[in-house]
Structure formats: structure tokens, C-alpha cells
């Protein structure tokens, strides 16, 4: 072989090995992704969506929030409206989201981190999906890890660990503006309680300025309660949020209690209530409040325990306790009348 030859096929040689070493490098270079926006763009979309869905444990949205007209409503609870704040605070954790690293792209390590087919029954994480005039997009949301949480997005293999943590909640309930009415308690002239069974009671302010509630309806042979026993909680109507919302039917009128009670301003508030395992159920009716009205139309509303007991208060609670028949029967104790001195 000529030295010429030679030396080209060892110039080929030396090329070729130094090439397949550059492309082991890349093979294995480690990109830093660190600290880069995971949705780059969003930020400047997020007043441009329209709608917000959130998929865990089957095909179709567990929740969507959407735009009916100047508002946000929960579509899977008739359009009720939702807790705007709520929303805004998840976008903005979505548009805030940056890379921390990168994780598996192995679909068979997906389920470890929570990144799997959300659809599945029983999968950890859940599918979020934001609707732009752009277009759709989805990110999965799997399983928390420190101050971030495992990610990926839908038509990508590659998974992520990024922070900020994206909060899902994949209930319709946690999703609406649970507000409902704001009344202080200073402002109640009346409540009257009517239950299924026929029973029922009224409690009058004594005046416009008194604090101080007459009892109507106390049984014969039994006797109100002091005065400070009787008034109204002072967060009766303060400040009363719904926890869920249901269609009204969910009140059956025939086994509901009702209470009427009558504010200052001459309005009227009337809310029929049942217990049904475990939730306290009410619909309402305004005169005078048009904006409640239209919101509360075909609908039941969802109270804590607490703020129900409160409203349909039972009659025995507003009484003096009776006199058990033991106490009935012990004999008194009579002082002995003092001996005459002789």
C-alpha cells in the first residue's frame, strides 16, 4: 500500500472515530433546561381563554369551567358561577410554571410519577385542558414532589419536574363562587320555623333597637328560655356560603322545615331545608333581592352543618328543659323548726 494510501485511510479512520464520539456526546448531553417557562406564551394568552377543563379518572371532563357571556360558570353544575379568583390562581400557576429538570420519557416509568393516561380509573394524576383562540392544549398533572410537582405535557413523551405545584381540583363543587348571602344578624326583625311535622315557633326582635327576641309559640306548660338564649346566632346570615349546588328537586317541600325571616327593609328570605345523609340541603326564595333570585332559581344549595342547625334551630332548644320525673318525685328538704326553750 502506498503512503498515500495510508495516510487516507487513517485520515478516514480518525474521521469516522471522531464523529461517532461526537455523536455519543450528544447522545448524552444533558440539556439545562433549568429555570425555562414550561408553557412559554401562556403568560400572555391568559385573558384569552375561554374555557378550562379538568379530566381524571375517565374520557369525559370531570369539570369545566367556562365563559357564558361577561362570566365564568361550572358547566357540570348548570352554569353556576365559579370562583373567578380560583381559576385566575391556577392559570397563572400554569403561565408561572418553570422546569426544574427533566424526567422519564419512558411510558412504563409514567405511572410512578403520576404522568400516565390520566382517562384510566384509579390514575393519580389528572388532565388539565385550556382552550385559547390559538387552539387547545393539555398538560397532564401527576404527583407532588417538594415545592413542584411531575408534569407532562399531552403530545410529548418527555416528563418534567417543575415548580411552582399546579393545584387540580377535579370536583364540580370546588369550583363554584359558594357565596350566597351577606345579612347582618342586627338587621333581623323575625324568624319563623315551621317543620314537616306541623310544629313551629317565631322569634320576634322586641324592638327596632333591642337585641333582646321574644319567643312565640311556647307550648302550654313550658316556658322560653332567657332572652340571650333566644337571640339568633350573629353569623346567622353573615357571610353564609354554599359548599355544593344541586337541582332543587333535591328539597322534597313535603319533608322540608322553613324558615321566613324578615330584615329591616321589609325583605323576605325564605328557606325551605332537609337533611339527606349527612348534607344540609336548602333552596331560596327573596322578595326584594332580584340578583338572588335569578341565582338561586331551580337550585339547591349545600350548607355546613353548622350554619343549617343554626337557621332551623328545634323548638326544645328555645325552652326551658323539662322537669325530669325523678326530680319531680325527690322529696324536699324542709328545715326542722326550731325547739322552744323551756
Known amino acids: 500500500m502506498s503512503l498515500r494510501r495510508l495516510l487516507l485511510v487513517m485520515f478516514a479512520a480518525l474521521a469516522a472515530i471522531a464523529g461517532a464520539y461526537y455523536l455519543s456526546a450528544q447522545r448524552n448531553l444533558v440539556r439545562d433546561l433549568n429555570g425555562t417557562a414550561l408553557l412559554?406564551?401562556?403568560?400572555?394568552?391568559?385573558?384569552?381563554?375561554?374555557?378550562?377543563?379538568?379530566?381524571?379518572?375517565?374520557?369525559?371532563?370531570?369539570?369545566?369551567?367556562?365563559?357564558?357571556?361577561?362570566?365564568?360558570?361550572?358547566?357540570?353544575?348548570?352554569?353556576?358561577?365559579a370562583d373567578t379568583p380560583k381559576l385566575r390562581r391556577l392559570l397563572l400557576a400554569l403561565g408561572d410554571a418553570k422546569i426544574v429538570e427533566e424526567k422519564t420519557s419512558n411510558p412504563a416509568n409514567y405511572a410512578a410519577l403520576g404522568v400516565d393516561d390520566p382517562a384510566k380509573a384509579g390514575a393519580a394524576g389528572a388532565e388539565i385542558t385550556w382552550e385559547t383562540p390559538g387552539g387547545r392544549h393539555s398538560l397532564i398533572v401527576g404527583k407532588p414532589a417538594g415545592q413542584g410537582v411531575f408534569v407532562r405535557r399531552a403530545a410529548e413523551s418527555q416528563s418534567f419536574l417543575v415548580e411552582p405545584a399546579i393545584p387540580l381540583d377535579a370536583q364540580p363543587r370546588l369550583w363554584i363562587d359558594g357565596r350566597l348571602l351577606d345579612v347582618p344578624v342586627a338587621t333581623v326583625r323575625s324568624i319563623t320555623v315551621k317543620f314537616a311535622d306541623g310544629t313551629g315557633y317565631t322569634l320576634q326582635r322586641s324592638s327596632p333597637k333591642d337585641e333582646s327576641f321574644a319567643l312565640e309559640g311556647v307550648p302550654a306548660g313550658r316556658k322560653a328560655r332567657d332572652t340571650a338564649a333566644l337571640a339568633p346566632?350573629?353569623?346567622?346570615?353573615?357571610?353564609?356560603?354554599?359548599?355544593?349546588?344541586?337541582p332543587a328537586g333535591?328539597?322534597?317541600?313535603?319533608?322540608?322545615?322553613?324558615?321566613?325571616?324578615?330584615t329591616s327593609d321589609g325583605a323576605v328570605l325564605t328557606l325551605h331545608g332537609v337533611v339527606a345523609q349527612d348534607k344540609h340541603w336548602v333552596t331560596i326564595t327573596a322578595t326584594g333581592n332580584d340578583a338572588l333570585t335569578a341565582k338561586a332559581a331551580g337550585r339547591a344549595f349545600e350548607l355546613a352543618g353548622n350554619r343549617y342547625e343554626a337557621i332551623f334551630r328545634p323548638l326544645d332548644e328555645l325552652l326551658v328543659p323539662k322537669e325530669t320525673p325523678a326530680a319531680k318525685s325527690a322529696p324536699r328538704t324542709q328545715k326542722s323548726a326550731?325547739?322552744?326553750?323551756p
Open 40 to 81: 412559554p406564551g401562556l403568560a400572555a394568552q391568559l385573558n384569552s381563554v375561554s374555557s378550562v377543563s379538568i379530566s381524571k379518572g375517565g374520557p369525559a371532563p370531570a369539570v369545566t369551567v367556562h365563559r357564558v357571556g361577561d362570566r365564568w360558570a361550572v358547566e357540570q353544575l348548570g352554569d353556576y358561577p
Open 233 to 246: 346566632s350573629p353569623t346567622l346570615l353573615a357571610g353564609l356560603t354554599a359548599e355544593d349546588v344541586g
Open 250 to 262: 333535591t328539597v322534597d317541600d313535603a319533608k322540608a322545615a322553613t324558615a321566613a325571616i324578615t
Open 338 to 341: 326550731p325547739h322552744p326553750h
